[in-house]
């Protein structure tokens, strides 16, 4: 059966490679040269320093431009987030039915956050202010929450149960402390790598939860 079971990843990992030539690596747009601009200036003047009005001259684009595409000066280090998350939610539901919940997660998670290597430094920039900018911070919890309703909703239809049952919130809630996790000693160590963090994450929690029905 475990080597069904890793033929099922091997299958569901290979079947995505057009999947993570997007989550992460989408082509350039306003929505995210916009996203780029003001990551810069935050990282330059600081995020409480750097107003709107800065943004947009230095993008180059008009006030109205700019509320077309975000809410608010908090949306800014997201960039792309709702599109990541729709792949997100359409790469679940194409894994097959066989492969198991948490290997299903697991494959899909770690594709989201697949960035190339040109990438890397400047996301490495945008999880340190998301996790460190106390405004920032606080805002992240509704991008989260986002993020887990797309895990809830997968693991809901898979157990068959309302996506507001104990057991899609408790999972989603725990592959999110699993990210941020890796993404603190991704942070903390320069030379480790994020898949690799997020991978390990996922295998620590499948063994905890192994023993703990041992």
Known sequence: ????????????????????????????????????VAL??????????????????????????????????SDLPWGEFDLLLEEMRRHL?????????????RVAIVAFNDYPESELALHRE??????????????????????????AEFVAGRMG????????????WACLGLCLASYEQWLAHPDADLQALIENAFDLMSDTFSGARA
């Open 126 to 151: 945008r999880m340190w202010l998301l996790l460190n900018v106390p405004a920032l911070f606080a805002h992240s919890s509704l991008r989260y929450a986002d993020w887990r309703q797309v895990i």
């Open 161 to 172: 149960v309302a996506v507001d049952a104990p057991e899609p919130q408790a999972i989603a």
């Open 40 to 73: 810069r200036l935050f990282l330059d003047r600081g995020f409480e320093k750097t107003t709107i009005d800065d943004i947009v001259e230095a993008a180059g684009i008009g006030r109205r431009t700019f509320f077309r595409y975000f809410r608010s000066k």
């Open 1 to 36: 059966m475990a080597g069904r079971d890793d033929d099922l990843v091997r299958s569901a990992v290979a079947n995505t490679d057009a999947l993570t030539r997007r989550i992460g690596r989408a082509p350039a747009t306003t929505h995210g040269e916009i996203s780029h």
């Open 93 to 105: 539901a194409a894994l097959p039915a066989e492969l198991p919940l948490l290997e299903a997660l």
